[in-house]
């Protein structure tokens, strides 16, 4: 991770001192590297040690950064990794440029890498990734949302990259297609156990711990499980007011609807699927070698749970 960090750093320059200035921010800020963490651990786990794991797992972390940077835009959040968002500090346009940057520069480097397949995997990961943000837009302020077209909202927008993430280990160590997809169905499961676990400290969690706002979700109308699971299970008036703050956006009455989360046993049921997807990454790696990268993957699934940031 020290190289991956050597990497990101030297990439990152521009001749542009705005580029430097925001994308030095956004990357100082820290984020915990797990996507390229991902590139690593099964390049290391299927025996592949060349170069290019660096730089693909650099390039994970620029697009993952591109993302949050149109994301807190997009969602006019004002806090991420413990600090102000670079849209509150440097402003919109240029967070959407900077985050243009980062996208375009990791499309450089996959050039430099030379595989036509890691193209296709990270083109087809990105578009997906979009696809799943403008499904988000369309779902926002609906409380009749199902479950399936959240799960397949978070499949594509935080999943995706994942399952590219672990698949591109797989791909540069030149393994068959039945490993490269059990690499990627792990990084499709943990993605998915990983936003489940985003969608509940959203209303349990420590704005300090977590680096960014509770509530932000509500405020945006956002259907999570936790809410989808609340309504379902609530008395007749609870649900009303769970459908009323989903359709209007507002947060007056938070307290009350993390409230009914809580007593409904939603956060619970939100952690219990999450861990159900954990255990299906689990059971992905776990007919690997032994190594201390096998161990590492499985520990992930984890710590992807039992996290509070
Ligand atoms: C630029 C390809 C491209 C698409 C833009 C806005 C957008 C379309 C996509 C946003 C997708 C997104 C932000 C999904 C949420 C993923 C998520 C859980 C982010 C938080 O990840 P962590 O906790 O962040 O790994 P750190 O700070 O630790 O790096």
Known sequence: ??????????????????????????????????????????????????????ELAA??????????????VVDESSLRRGRATANAVFGNAASVLVGDFLYSRAFQMMVSVGSMRVLQVLADATNVIA?????????????????????RVIRFKTAKLFEASARLGAVLAGSPPDIEERCADYGRSLGTAFQLVDDLLDYEGDAKELGKNI?????????TLPL????????????????????????QRLPDIVDIVRRTGALDATREAALREAELARRCVEPMQPSQARSALLELCVRAVHRSS
């Open 1 to 54: 991770m020290q190289r991956v960090d050597a990497v990101i750093r030297e990439r990152l320059s521009s001749r542009v001192a705005l580029i430097d200035q925001i994308s030095h921010y956004i990357v100082g800020a820290g984020g915990k590297r797990i996507r390229p963490r991902l590139v690593l651990l099964f390049s290391q786990a299927l025996g592949f040690e060349g170069p290019e794991r660096h």
């Open 59 to 72: 390039i994970v972390e620029f697009i993952h950064t591109a993302t949050l940077l149109h994301d807190d």
């Open 131 to 151: 696809e799943g943000e403008v499904l988000q837009l369309m779902n926002m302020n609906d409380p009749d949302l199902t479950v399936e077209d959240y799960l």
């Open 215 to 223: 509530g932000d979700d509500l405020r945006e109308g956002k259907p």
């Open 228 to 251: 989808l699971i609340a309504m379902e299970r609530g008395s007749e008036s609870e649900r009303q007011l769970i459908r009323g703050a989903i359709e209007h956006g507002e947060v």
